[in-house]
């Protein structure tokens, strides 16, 4: 059985539905990133997990018991708030300690649980410090070590990341799967910053419009993104979108693209005559300058070095601009002027344009 | 820093010593009086400088008030201590009530709450002698006139109304998501609210308590209704100083700085809580 289990939970304001049926299941010790744009619920949802709100449908399982009625106290989890929520009365320790003082810790464990974990989190030599006197980065992770301290069985985080400085966060990025798997804990973790669900979760759920419109692991919704939407999301720069109407010829399937006819994997024999939406990962698109069979014709407007990378804005033939990125190379610089373009047919994506949903190949 | 030319200087320095003396001066004058004979109060023209007297301080103090027409008791001394039961008494009520209730208001929405908590603020719109014929009736059937029980019920309807829309602002400048964190962190409502809601606007509570007193202990009518000479506060207690003989200035006088001492000392010393908490808004975590 889930150890975390949402069915269809819905969630509704004044100002229309913010959640419309969730449903989730999460696995003991599994960190599920949610991932979504700003507004889509992502923290109503960790809310309503908390029993800080309650839903207006459905259930809520945690370990296995309907706890949609609880009180907040009962329920066993610990959370990280975006906007912190430290006690400002309290010092740093106080604030880390109050998840531990509500379960009758003897002192002594306190303070040794509390060090620990500020350790880990690098707040050991402000602990006696009130929360005003921390800036952002440290209250976040007070927030955090408040979250972490009483070892909760599910833990939920809400972009805890956020007011980090880069440098940090990168750290913390590398650092916290670790640090979560340690804890045993069951973990949502809610963000903004598609790298950061990359990097962080054993699976991505994300919250668009409502409902969750993919839940699955980061490669997967990175490869076989479930609707356009989710598609446009991950990734930068962000996926090219083509119209297109594949056609059947005599020898394989033929595609319009930038002026030119390429031919299609015939694994999209089903997809012939629909009106698609072309999906071409910047990445997946080479720029040569020698013409091919299965290239088309392309004009590069830009070129912006980025050392690791390089992003060329190409102009196709019939005026449409897309993205290419390539990976930086010793390479005399690349000329903006005409050149041509192809790509992997094996590393696309089609949508079906009227429904947004992903077209897979079948295979034959 | 910015500059000001001297004129602009000599100005404000005028100005200010005006405004100084417009509202010091009376107080200043009837510390004088206090120490002043009758006579002395009432030469034309008044004298800086008069040979001081502590026998108004005495009088009231043994309560034997002599006069050309023989020795009249006065109850001050009691009055000054049933102002300090009454006002102590009906604020420490008010509070238990009223800041719960304050919590109630600004976290929850209820039905006809905000009807509720207009219809108590709407106590301090009416002018009291609009309630106090009824009121006097209905005690006197109650057993309540001239009861301490009596005159603090009726004390709530100036200190609960105060307390409760001062503390309700502080609550709700505290955000909730503090309070669900606390909650998260397995602590009941009850010990969110000791602690973390209450500390919290512990300056807003310091502040309407102090005020509350302050205004329960100005209060006139009434007690003066309500009460009888054992029961009332200072605040009636000097209309004993009308006698038969003539109106005792200096006994008044010497009541006044009595009776305002324990007021001006409680908020001196509590003048920091009155700055931080009547100046909303240091919350922001």
């Known amino acids: 059985m889930a150890h975390l289990e949402l069915q269809a939970v819905s969630k509704q304001f004044k100002t229309g539905k913010v959640l419309d049926g969730v449903s989730l299941e999460a696995e003991r010790g599994e960190i599920i990133c949610i991932f979504g744009p700003s507004g889509s619920g992502k923290t109503l949802l960790l809310r309503l997990i908390a029993g800080v709100e309650q839903p207006d449908e459905g259930v809520i399982l945690l370990g296995g018991h309907d706890v949609t009625d609880n009180a907040p106290e009962t329920r066993g989890v610990g959370m990280a708030f975006q906007n912190f929520a430290l006690f400002p009365h309290m010092s740093a320790f106080d604030n880390v300690a109050s998840a531990l003082t509500a379960r009758r810790t003897p002192p002594d464990v306190i303070r040794a649980k509390v060090e620990k974990v500020a350790a880990l989190l690098k707040i050991s030599h402000v602990l006696q410090h009130a929360p005003q006197e921390l800036s952002n980065g440290q209250k976040q992770r007070t927030g955090l070590a408040r979250a972490l301290v009483a070892d909760p069985k599910f833990l939920l985080l809400d972009d805890p990341l956020r007011n980090v400085d880069a440098k940090l966060r990168y750290e913390m990025r590398l650092e916290l799967p670790a640090l979560l798997k340690a804890s045993g804990s069951t973990v949502l973790y809610v963000t903004q910053d598609y790298k950061e669900a990359m990097a962080l979760g054993d699976r991505i759920a994300v919250l668009l419009d409502g409902v969750f419109a993919q839940i699955a692991n980061p490669a997967e919704v990175y490869r076989q993104p479930a609707t356009l939407s989710v598609a446009r999301l991950f990734g930068e720069p962000t996926i090219n979108l083509i119209p297109i109407e594949p056609l059947a010829s005599p020898d394989a399937l033929k595609i319009g693209v930038g002026g030119a006819w390429l031919s299609f994997p015939p694994s999209y024999a089903h997809a012939v005559g629909k009106s698609c939406v072309l999906g071409l990962r910047p990445e997946s698109i080479v720029v040569e300058t020698v013409n091919s069979r299965e290239s088309f014709a392309v004009d590069v407007v830009a070129v912006t070095p980025l050392n690791e990378k390089t992003l060329l804005l190409l102009r196709t033939a019939d005026g449409r601009e897309i993205l290419a990125s390539e990976a930086g190379t010793d390479e005399a610089p690349r000329r903006r002027g005409p050149a041509y373009a192809r790509f992997d047919p094996s590393a696309v994506l089609l949508f079906d344009a009227a429904s947004g949903r992903r077209v897979p190949p079948q295979s034959a | ?285």
């Open chain 2, 1 to 285: 820093m910015e500059h000001t030319s001297l004129a602009e200087r000599i100005f404000r320095g005028v100005l200010v010593a005006l405004i100084v003396v417009f509202f010091l001066f009376p107080i200043f004058w009837i510390f004088l009086m206090s120490f002043q004979t009758n006579e002395d109060i009432l030469r034309i023209p008044p004298r800086i400088f008069f040979e001081p007297t502590l026998s108004n301080y005495s009088a009231l103090i043994t309560g034997k008030l002599v006069t050309v027409s023989g020795t009249l008791d006065i109850a001050f001394m009691k009055n000054l201590w049933n102002s300090v039961l009454l006002s102590t008494a009906a604020v420490a009520i008010a509070l238990i009530l009223g800041v719960p209730a304050a919590y109630a208001f600004a976290r929850y929405k209820f039905r006809l709450g905000e009807d509720i908590a207009f219809t108590l603020l709407s106590f301090r719109f009416a002018p009291p002698l609009l309630v106090l014929l009824p009121l006097s009736l209905y005690f006197q059937q109650l057993g309540l006139t001239d009861t301490y029980a009596g005159l603090i019920w009726v004390y709530q309807l100036i200190a609960l109304p105060l307390i409760l829309w001062i503390v309700r602002g502080y609550f709700e400048d505290v955000p909730p998501d503090i309070e669900y964190a606390y909650r998260v962190a397995g602590h009941s409502w009850w010990r969110t609210f000791i602690g973390v809601a209450i500390p919290l606007a512990r300056p807003g509570i310091a502040a309407a308590g102090l005020l509350a007193f302050i205004f329960c202990w100005n209060n006139f009518v009434f007690a003066l209704i309500l009460a009888s000479a054992d029961k009332q506060p200072v605040t009636v207690g000097a209309l004993a100083f009308v006698t038969a003989s003539g109106i005792q200035y200096g006994q008044i006088a010497a009541a006044i700085v009595l009776s305002a001492t324990p007021t001006l000392a409680l908020a001196l010393y509590a003048q920091r809580y009155l700055v931080e908490g009547l100046s909303l808004g240091a919350l922001k975590g």
